[in-house]
Every structure is written in structure tokens, then in C-alpha cells.
């Protein structure tokens, strides 16, 4: 597995990014769209996409996926629409800029807070909602060779393995796939299932996983490192945080084996770290992979 990072955690102009990244050790990564010096708007020509692609390519670093994050069930309507013409314009653009992966989340919502816990989140209503809003987005990426890659968390309608499932099973097209994270399925009402969470991590959406995200998960306090950048409220995820790999209280090695034997040999994007935390964060990350 290669191993990688989001372009923002290293957060300077495109070709001194891609500079550092490399220099660091990354394999890959999982490009932003904005940096200090360029930002995708409808206007951005393809040979501008390129030019990026090529800062990281040219320096041995392949594109993973892109992170495309806008909620595509977004509360308020004109939002919502918003975010679904710009990850349409993603996946047209998806080949320029160097992978067919477009990640999103899978939205709240939440009047507010695009990855905060509702009540509205938990109807048939929300789900029925995303699962035509995802579709829409399935065609446009496979009329573009691309992929919409849609991202689980506690806080958002896809919530639990079961309603990926669910997801999964009502879209069928070749332009859906899903992005594994362990520790976005775990909150204070899980945390200690941990394990089980992780074995139920089955179904068809499992052989749809286009991209894998490794962090790890600790209770609140008991390190003092950047909890999920979601939470404003830390009462409403039981004050818990979501650390750098090794930080945490995760087997990541665990999570690399349950990957590996429903057949991912993706990357794994590594998150939730400084740049000065970097090397013992790969440390950790290559630490779990041995051991599988």
C-alpha cells in the first residue's frame, strides 16, 4: 500500500507543497482544491489542472484522489446546489488533475453544520435524498470515466456500515465507489465495540472501496491533539478526538488487515497531522502495515 496525505496539511503554494510532501516520504496524495497560489473555479483551464498534476507526478508522487468535500444534501437549498455544480465540475475536470477519485462526504443535514448529528438525519427522508442526489453524481462520473467516492462519518446520514450497505445497494452504478475509515464510524456510543464496528465492515459496498483514510481515536483529553475539525460541539460526540495514527487508542494494524483481506491495496491517506508530527505518523502507519 502506498502511503499518503491531503495536499492542505502541507499548506503552501503548489510546487513548494508538492516539494515538501515528496521530501517527507509520501508515495501520494490526496489533492486539495485551493492552494496559496491556485484555486479549481469554472474558469480553470485544463492545461492549469495539468500544470498541478504535473508539480506532484514530476516529483514521483502520484495523485491518489481529489478532495472534492461539499455537502450534496446540504440544508439549504441553494447550497446544495452549489456543491453539487462544483463536484460535477470535479469529475469533469477528475482526469486533469491527475485521478478519476472525487471524495465527498455524505452530507447532514443539519441547518448549519455540514457534519454535525440531526434528528433529520436518522429518516428515511434524508437517506431517500442522498441516495438521489449520489446517483445524479454516479452518472456524471461515469460519463467521465470517473468515480464519486463517498465518505461515511458519525455526524452525517451515513453513519453505520448497514446504511453504506443501503447506499450501495441502490445505486449500482460503475461511478459510485466508497472510501474506508475505520474511525469515522466510532463516538462515544461505539467506542468500546470498536472491533465490531470493524467486522462489520462487510457487503457490497466493502468491494467498492476506491480510496482508504487512516487516523486514530481517543478519548477527549487523554492527548492533547486536533480532535475531528468537524466538531464544534464536543458534547455531541461523547468528547471524543481524532489524532494522527499512533496517537490514538485504534489497533491500526487491525483495520490494515480487515482492508487487505476484503481485497483493498489502495493507498492509505494518512490525516489529522502537523507537518512536525509527519515522521511518526508514517512511522505508525508502516508500523501497522508490517504487522498484517
Not at 446517483?135 to 451515513?158: D, H, K, M, Q, Y
Not at 478526538?241 to 488487515?257: C, I, K, Q
Not at 483493498?264 to 512511522?283: F, L, N, Q, T
Request: proline share 5%.
Amino acid at each position: 500500500m502506498l502511503i499518503g496525505i491531503f495536499t492542505f496539511y502541507i499548506p503552501y503554494a503548489v510546487d513548494a507543497a508538492a516539494e515538501r510532501i515528496a521530501k517527507l516520504g509520501f508515495d501520494c496524495v490526496q489533492l486539495n482544491m485551493a492552494a496559496p497560489d491556485w484555486e479549481l473555479t469554472a474558469t480553470t483551464t485544463a492545461a492549469e489542472c495539468r500544470r498541478v498534476r504535473e508539480a506532484f507526478t514530476s516529483r514521483g508522487l502520484s495523485i491518489a484522489a481529489l478532495a472534492g468535500y461539499r455537502n450534496p444534501i446540504a440544508f439549504d437549498a441553494a447550497k446544495q446546489r452549489e456543491n453539487l455544480d462544483y463536484l460535477k465540475l470535479m469529475l469533469e475536470r477528475a482526469h486533469d488533475l491527475g485521478s478519476p477519485l472525487v471524495c465527498t462526504e455524505a452530507g447532514s443535514r443539519h441547518p448549519v453544520d455540514d457534519w454535525a448529528p440531526t434528528l433529520e438525519n436518522e429518516t428515511p427522508e434524508a437517506m431517500a435524498l442522498l441516495i438521489d442526489r449520489v446517483g445524479a453524481l454516479a452518472e456524471v462520473a461515469r460519463r467521465n470515466g470517473a468515480v464519486i467516492v463517498i465518505e461515511p462519518a458519525v455526524g452525517t446520514v451515513l453513519d453505520t456500515p448497514a446504511k453504506l450497505e443501503t447506499l450501495s445497494k441502490a445505486v449500482s452504478s460503475s461511478g459510485l465507489g466508497f472510501l474506508a475509515d475505520w474511525a469515522n464510524l466510532l463516538d462515544a456510543s461505539n467506542f468500546d465495540r470498536a472491533n465490531e464496528v470493524l467486522a462489520s465492515m462487510t457487503g457490497s459496498w466493502t468491494k467498492r472501496i476506491a480510496l482508504a483514510h487512516l487516523k486514530d481515536v481517543c478519548r477527549l483529553g487523554s492527548v492533547p491533539r486536533e480532535r475531528h475539525h468537524h466538531v464544534a460541539d464536543a458534547a455531541l460526540y461523547g468528547n471524543m478526538e481524532y489524532p494522527a495514527p499512533g496517537r490514538g487508542d485504534l489497533e491500526l494494524s487491525r483495520y490494515v488487515r480487515h482492508l487487505k483481506a476484503l481485497g483493498y491495496r489502495g493507498p492509505m491517506i494518512i490525516e489529522h497531522v502537523a507537518e512536525e508530527d509527519v515522521p511518526e505518523a508514517i512511522e505508525a502507519t508502516r508500523r501497522a502495515m508490517s504487522r498484517t
